[in-house]
């Protein structure tokens, strides 16, 4: 069975730091990966998306960045946060040509 | 354009009672509907999905949804509410490019569930 694990849990930044958030997916290959954003009580909204490993697409700028260096790890991250980037981050997987996406336990940023 | 409109920010129900939740979509094309489902600092849940044929589909833990052209809707349906149903309900529309992923999210609806 496929299972989908995103690291750390949570975090708590300082404005100005560095950040990297990792997602890894078990048991399907060559998965597309997705990264999302959440605001607190509010929806979700797609920031990067990959169908292959090297290759990722961004959706929204907002001063993040993305990587899949390996098939099934996808890792989003920034060279200096903001206020505004905290939030909740979700990463997610279908397979090639299926519409639906499954998606991770989610990674809560704290920016202070 | 393409949009979920879940007119419904806050739906309250007894345990016991029966459910529905509202979604209206807003697609020029065949719609792939979704619900998801988020507990308290949770990832999300795929409780069933539309494609096409029959209407009404059937989902996890009782529920079910029903699809409607002609009213550009796609409402989830519960007969029976456990405490446990507390929760965020998506309703998702995945547009077409489905490499790209483009799901488009319904504000969410909170369900809360009086003992």
């Known amino acids: 069975a496929q299972t989908i694990h995103q690291w750390p849990v949570a975090e708590i930044k300082a404005v100005g730091s560095p950040l990297s958030l990792g997602c890894t997916i078990k048991?399907?290959?060559?998965?597309?990966l997705y990264w999302y954003w959440q605001a607190t009580g509010g929806t979700l909204q797609q920031l990067f998306y990959?169908?292959?490993?090297?290759?990722v697409e961004s959706v929204v700028q907002l001063n993040l960045s993305a990587s899949r260096p390996k098939d099934d790890q996808f890792i989003l991250s920034t060279e200096k946060l903001l206020l505004s980037h905290s939030g909740f981050y979700l990463c997610?997987?279908?397979?090639?040509?299926?519409?639906?996406?499954?998606f991770g336990p989610g990674t809560r940023l704290t920016v202070l | 354009a393409q949009s979920v409109t879940q007119p419904d920010a806050r739906v309250t129900v007894s345990e016991g009672a029966s459910l529905q939740l509202r979604c209206k979509y807003s697609?020029?094309?065949?719609?792939?509907l979704f619900w998801y489902v988020q507990y308290p600092r949770q990832g999300l849940q795929l409780l069933l999905k539309y494609y096409s044929g029959d209407p009404v589909v059937q989902g996890v833990n009782g529920f079910e949804a029903e699809f409607s052209k002609s009213n550009s809707s796609f409402h989830l349906r519960k007969a029976s509410v456990h405490w446990s149903d507390s929760a965020v309900y998506f309703c998702v529309l995945s547009a077409m490019n489905y490499n790209q992923g483009k799901l488009i999210f319904g504000q969410g609806t909170k369900l809360s569930i009086k003992p």
């Open positions: 997610a997987w279908s397979l090639w040509g299926s519409y639906e996406q499954y």
């Open positions: 697609y020029s094309g065949t719609p792939y």
């Open positions: 048991g399907k290959s060559s998965p597309n």
């Open positions: 990959s169908i292959t490993v090297g290759q």
